[in-house]
């Protein structure tokens, strides 16, 4: 058994397999996950945005013949900060105790990235900087001498490119040489807080200057002792201000001379010109219009022609295989009918109905966000989620709904009130999935025209708008400001954007097609078996009556709680056992409106177990079962309007 | 300077000033603090959103969005 480094304090929370940790940390945006990414190649998503990685991602990476875990956490500028993913940060950092931290700076604005450097310096963590974004400095004219910021550090600085991997295995390989060894400062600030921190780290008894600095800024839990408070007081009056805004300037002002002292050329890189046109509402409005009309049409035409293909595909190569070794297994019986149903039918409904959309949606999303560009959106929309108790930053989890609400409410945790958190985590659910995406274009968008989907999506807008506008009426408390740096636009990289989509549909393959297969059997064996009847009886009254759908489509729809697409495979599904052939016959079995009817249902009512599953985690059972309920009320009380509203359109 | 502190709200686009004051809350004074928005800190605004939108400032830091009623508790010495 390994003895852990002997330079820090408090006792190891060690990992049930004990390997030694690495940490990687860094301020956002500076290509963190992209470097974890390359020592593990384990699908941690990297984001040109603030916030995407508050979920600790954990790896693994062989470094000079041995194995060590990796924790990429989520960006932070400083231990100081606050917010439950600063709060991640921390904990991994102090707590975890790691074996070596890697932090990642961005060359280009190496004063400010310094801060954290000297930081996790000062509370006696032993760490390598990752200079990155190197090639981005040396472009742009500037030369950083790594040989003198270490000498002045005293820690190892390696200039990396992370998107090309160049510098990742060596920073690697020092981190884990620095496991271990104690950790020295060998930077000093002004004369006055170099008092106090000797003096605090006498009191203690064991000069440990590492404690000093956190007894300094505050971050031990519970009052401090009189001996520690003294010297904070004196030093708060000696300075004239709180003594935390005091160590940040100190440290600040180090860092800036630091990067001085090592950096030749000019430091101005920033792209703000584009910047200008983005957020200036005169260009910005026009741009996000011309982005939103870029997703849709990509979904329309790209979704379409990848499900017409994949469709075709299916019916001609995988279907008569199939249906022919099921026949020659167990024969034509009820049993085979049923479980053609999930191996023939609901597997083409994963590749033709689901996979095409979600495909392109992600696709299109990991270009916008490898662009920087959501971050430029979250700005210009800041006033209007300010309206609905929020700010711009509560556009992240939001845009990520549009992909999978589950990520997006694990993501809540960048919003700082539990206000903010409740709001969002409610609109979140109200945000149409790619799922939910997949049946609308499927559905209306195939059947009726694209114009119909639009409508669809205005409807569900005007809903989410409606619903924030009332939460932020109904719940009472402050809003907090947007507080968020602005990056410079970067052109996308294709490597970053196929392997970011490519996690996310493998994850999305995972997750559905064994739901799907079992939602299909299921359905399949109620249909065969002539009790689908008995099933959808209780449920008449509402689906006929009030939707006006036909009663079995509507039992699909009680299906679609497991995955929302299912709703759609399903309804396929059932059409094609009902008619025969392929998903054409959809219009044969209900009518156009009937089909929007549906597809306005399915799209507001509760997202799906694994979403309630984790709103139950994000915000607590009661309000989670508040939500769906909500949420089932609404659309089912809009799709009864929608029926009768699109009866009385000629 | 002799002027009196004003908010940071107030000051129009191209506007050059120096941080006065941070508002209170402690959590958020430390997140301004970790990005170097510092009383004593020079700050230039680059621009203002219309109709109560974010204003964009740069500071030694780098560039920033702040939202107006973050910016309303911010004083500045223009």
Known sequence: MKVRAACHGPAVVAAPDSLPTLVLAGNPNVGKSTVFNRLTGLNALTTNYPGTTVELAVGTATIAGRTYRIIDVPGTYGLAASGEDQRAAWEALLRWRPDGVIVVVDATNLSRNLYLVLQLIDLGLPIVVALNLWDVASRGGLRIDAAHLSAALGVSVIPTVATQGRGVTKAAHDAALCAGRPVTRRHRYGARLEAAVAELAARRGDHDTAAAFQALERRGAGPAPQAVADVVSQLRADAGEDVPLYVARERHRLAERLARQVTAGDAELRGRRAWHLATRPVTGLPLLAFVLAVVFVSLVWGGSLLAAALDRAWGTYASPPIRALVAWLIGEGILARTLLWGADAGLNAVLSIGLPYVVTFYLVLAVLEDTGYLNAAAVLLDRTLGRMGLNGRAAIPLVAGAGCNVPAIVGLRVLRTDRERLIAGTLITLVPCSARTAVIFGAVARFLGWPWALALYGVTTGVILGAGWGLNRIIPGPRTGLLMEIFPFRAPSARTVVRKTWYRVREFAGVAVPIVLLGSVMLGALYETGWIRLAVRPLAPVLEGWLRLPAVAGLTLVFAVLRKELALQLLVALAAAQFGGGADNLLSFMTGRQIFTYALVNTIYIPCVATIAVLGRALGWKRAMLISGGTVTLAVTLGGLAARLLTALP | ?78
């Not at chain 2, 964009?56 to 780098?62: H, R």
């Open chain 2, 1 to 78: 300077m002799a002027t009196a502190p004003t908010r940071l709200s107030t000051l129009t686009a191209g506007t050059r000033g120096v941080i006065d004051a941070l508002p209170e809350e402690e959590d958020l004074r430390n997140d301004l603090a970790a990005l170097r928005l510092l009383p004593g800190e020079p700050i230039e605004v680059v621009q203002v959103l219309p109709l109560g939108g974010p204003l964009l400032v740069s500071t030694a830091g780098g560039l920033y969005a702040l939202g107006r009623a973050l910016a309303d508790r911010v004083r500045v010495l223009a």
